[in-house]
């Protein structure tokens, strides 16, 4: 088996066989998900915690049904409401929750590196769903199966991500596991909405909807993430809309079969035109959310392989 | 009768160049330079130096002490250890405590604890504006006489380009020495890395540099409009060079400073969130950094400082963006300023131009000098010794340096403070 980490804390340091080995693995889940009876038993007896730090419905739901398929304990963790607000520190959480001896813990974090940090403290498998601006590994592997299944391949695709990539983890995992695939990437929106250095990161630039989405394969859609912006990035979400928001006229830059993707939960009217958004020929927004399970299923399956493989050499 | 002969020593000269010879010291003071064979003075006390470097001690402009408020991370005692054991001879310290050093009786206190605690000299700096607050101005005469050396609100900016204008015309009035911040506080906010692909990458919210520019900029333009005495603590962008440049030779009273991490480290230091590395302001490309040690070889940047800033472990545990700025330095800024020296990025008599004799004249004292007459306030030390850091071996009581597992070069052998050994290596 190639996929030999400890965590799943970013795209960043996976190489591109043991990501293709992880969209494998998930296709098997995709098929079990799919059957009547949705159960294995692969994290039997282990516990999960997911442990979110920031509001999240879907993620943690996605984490939640993944574990609970493959047999897992699982528990859920709101942590804006428990400890953070007593000021208690990640670390000291940490240690608590390590205490209880959890095997896989799934953690999002409002601060970039947070996971990373909260990894180093514990003796188990950790996942990162979602830490600031940095990452969100599962949310990328996750559009990766979408795309595969769609165009029957993840190399020498046209991709374009659209929107607010400054304030966007999803673009930068998403950046990262497609260039690693080897794929044309361009990033579209304004250039308040772009990190600082990104004409280094081996990608196109515009600042037009119309000429970037000439002739891609796939159309990224992003959130504006209006919760980590402090003011004035765009004039406002009308002239946005007009000048970003995915609608038929813009998208028919795009190839005529190329398919529209967004990591949810939409703005619709802002970022995407809400028809468009449930045109089932063109979205594949429901499929990604299907697609989120089993690759979540499959790392977690992944990650419990490698721990009890430790553990038994201990 | 002489009282230290310092013999078979190499004289680092900060006006001049290393020579061997020897260095008489007489009733705390320097008494005797001798660099060719003539015979040397009796002594009662006889060192030799094995050859090693005899350098004045330094003089470090930007020490962050925790008292009064926060003598857990570090206190009078436990810095002036650290300094003595890092070859610094005079400690600048800083007013941004907790509460502020911002009136003549917190003042007071502060220049108490540190004869009774310190074994090296300590000066210390008040506030510009009361509690550090950018609104009015501190009693800038009362301060003068107790002893303030100089005033600045640390890293913060004075905003108001009022209040500004008239603490720096207020200082002048009195000679007082003011020391700014350059840094666009709007475009800083928040800021915990400097922009580009590396901050990108991390998710790390940044700030370019630009934002120190015009800083210093806005800065330039109130010396010019007050003919202020002015300070910049931190130069650390290229790009705020040019301007600097031009104020000087347009003869405006400005010096300027720069922080020896700044000088030996850069922003991919910081790696996988490494929050030793979290400094203010952040550290630059590797760009930068060249063209920072070259302006202080060429003169441009006149002091390097330790910007000592003490921060204990639950303040650093934190994701980076949480977690707190600063790093101590007191005793691992000699080892890294001779990685410029070893890098031949910067000889040693500018080096200790920078450390001692630039930033004593700055403030108006007569150390830093290896001549007859200056305080024997001396540094013997090895530039060559090879050593692994370990955190665990520092003096402070908080322990945050970048350099923790760091192979370095260059070793204090022994401090002296008036003639006093204040520290000598095991």
């Known amino acids: ?314 | 009768m002489t009282d230290i002969l310092f013999e078979h020593a190499k004289l680092l000269d900060p006006e001049g160049s290393v020579t061997t010879g020897a260095l008489g010291v007489t009733d705390g003071r320097i008494s005797a330079v001798i660099t060719d064979d003539s015979p040397r003075p009796e002594a009662t006390e006889v060192i030799d130096c094995n050859r090693k470097h005899l350098a004045p001690g330094i003089v470090d402009i930007g020490v962050k002490v925790c008292e009064p408020g926060e003598r857990h991370k570090e206190s009078f005692g436990s810095a002036g250890l650290a300094a003595a054991a890092g070859g610094v001879t005079t400690m600048v310290t800083r007013p941004d405590t907790d509460p502020a050093i911002d009136n003549p009786e917190t003042l007071e206190f502060v220049i108490r604890r540190a004869r009774e605690a310190a074994p090296v000299n300590v000066l210390p700096m008040a506030a510009l504006t009361k509690g550090r607050q950018g609104r009015e101005m501190t009693e800038i005469g009362f301060l003068l006489d107790a002893g303030a050396v100089a005033f600045t609100d640390c890293d913060r900016v004075v905003t108001d380009s009022k209040v500004f204008a008239r603490a720096l015309s207020y200082a002048r009035s009195l000679g007082a020495l003011v020391l700014g911040h350059p840094q666009d506080p709007g475009l800083s906010a928040g800021a915990a890395a400097t922009s580009g692909k590396f901050a990108s990458l991390r998710g790390l919210p940044a700030v370019s540099p630009m934002a120190e520019r015009m800083g210093l900029d806005r800065d330039i333009a109130m010396v010019e409009m007050t003919g202020a005495r002015y300070h910049a603590d931190q130069i650390t962008a290229a790009r705020a060079l040019p301007p600097l440049e031009r104020a000087k030779a347009n003869g405006f009273d400005i010096t300027a400073g720069t922080s020896i991490h700044h000088l030996t480290l850069n922003a991919l230091d910081v790696a996988d969130y490494r929050t030793f590395f979290k400094i203010k302001p952040p550290l630059r490309d590797e760009e930068d950094r060249i063209a920072i040690a070259e302006a202080v070889q060429s003169g441009l940047i006149d002091i390097i400082s330790s910007m000592h800033t003490p921060q204990d472990e639950e303040s650093k545990r934190l994701p980076f963006e949480a977690a707190a700025s600063g790093a101590v330095a007191l005793e691992t800024l000699l080892p890294a300023a001779m990685r410029l020296f070893h890098a031949n990025l910067i000889d040693l008599p500018t080096l200790w131009r920078a450390m001692s004799l630039n930033p004593a004249k700055r403030l108006g004292l007569d150390c830093g000098r290896m001549c007859v007459g200056a305080p024997a306030d001396l540094v013997l030390f090895d530039p060559h010794t090879p050593f692994v850091m370990d955190r665990a071996t520092l003096h402070s009581k908080s322990r945050n340096t970048p350099f923790d597992g760091a192979r370095m070069q260059g070793k204090v052998l022994q401090t002296f403070v008036a003639g006093r050994s204040v520290y000598k290596k095991d």
């Open chain 1, 1 to 314: 088996m190639t996929f030999t980490h400890r965590h799943l804390l970013g795209i960043e340091h996976l190489r591109p066989e043991e990501i293709v080995t992880l969209l494998d693995l998930a296709e098997e889940y995709v098929a079990l998900n799919r059957a009547p009876d949705k159960h294995k038993d692969a994290l039997a007896g282990l516990t999960q915690i997911n442990m979110f730090f920031e509001n999240s419905t879907r993620t943690q739901a996605s984490f939640e049904l993944a574990g609970k398929r493959l047999g897992a304990d699982v528990m859920n963790m709101a942590m804006q409401a428990s400890s953070i607000s007593k000021g208690e520190t990640l670390i000291d959480t940490a240690m608590t929750l390590n205490a209880m001896h959890p095997d896989l813990l799934v953690v999002r974090h409002p601060h970039s590196g947070a996971v990373d940090l909260l990894a180093q403290k514990v003796n188990c498998a950790v996942l990162n769903a979602g830490d600031g601006r940095h990452e969100h590994p599962t949310q990328a592997l996750l559009d990766a199966l979408t795309i595969r299944r769609a165009k029957g391949r993840l190399h020498r695709l046209s991709i374009a991500i659209c929107g607010d990539i400054a304030h966007s983890r999803v673009a930068r995992s998403n950046i990262i596991l497609l260039g690693k695939m080897e794929n044309r990437i361009r990033l579209i929106g304004p250039p308040t909405l772009m990190p600082s250095g990104i004409s280094e990161f081996g990608v196109e630039i515009y600042d037009d909807m119309a000429e970037g989405l000439k002739d891609v394969d796939v159309v990224m859609m992003l959130r504006l993430q209006k919760e980590r912006m402090d003011g004035g990035f765009i004039p406002s979400e009308r002239e946005y809309y007009h000048r970003f928001g995915l609608d038929a006229d813009k998208l028919s830059h795009a190839k005529p079969d190329a398919i529209v993707m967004h990591p949810g939960p939409m703005n619709r009217g802002v970022e995407i035109d809400g028809t468009l958004a449930d045109d089932i020929n063109r979205s594949v927004i429901q499929e990604q959310v299907e697609m989120g399970v089993a690759v979540r299923m499959a790392a977690m399956d992944l990650l419990a392989r490698n721990l009890a493989a430790v553990r038994g050499a201990a």
